[in-house]
């Protein structure tokens, strides 16, 4: 059974850092594209990075978070992570890791002050 489990979120203040963990079991993540999306209140979802399976060179940003959020990946674990950094309120949104047809549960961050 393939799961995906993410975690890390919570409430930062702008300008702040959290990192999210996505761990995958049930298959190997260095096989598939990742893809971190994410959906703010009465928005629609939208994509924020993917990777093909290895953190670079081919991975992906959106131009929203581009130089301020980070893919890495931790083979041994089966463990995807997002750095976030310079958080701004606009990043408020639950935060779903996907692999293929597979969805974690999603994980809220709050930028607030």
């Known amino acids: 059974e393939v799961q995906l489990q993410a975690s890390g979120g919570g409430l930062v203040q702008p300008g702040g850092s959290l990192r999210l963990s996505c761990v995958v079991s049930?298959?190997?993540?260095?096989?598939?594209?990742i893809v971190w999306f994410r959906q703010a209140p009465g928005k629609e979802r939208e994509g924020v990075s993917c990777?093909?399976?290895?953190?670079?060179?081919?991975?992906y940003y959106a131009d929203s978070v581009k130089g301020r959020f980070t893919m890495s990946s931790d083979s041994a674990k089966n463990t995807m992570y997002l750095q976030m950094d310079s958080l701004k309120p606009e990043d408020t949104a639950v935060y779903y890791c996907?692999?293929?047809?597979?969805w974690g549960q999603g994980t809220l961050v709050t930028v607030s002050s």
């Open positions: 996907n692999i293929e047809s597979f």
């Open positions: 049930g298959l190997n993540f260095d096989d598939y594209a």
């Open positions: 990777t093909g399976g290895t953190p670079s060179p081919d991975t």
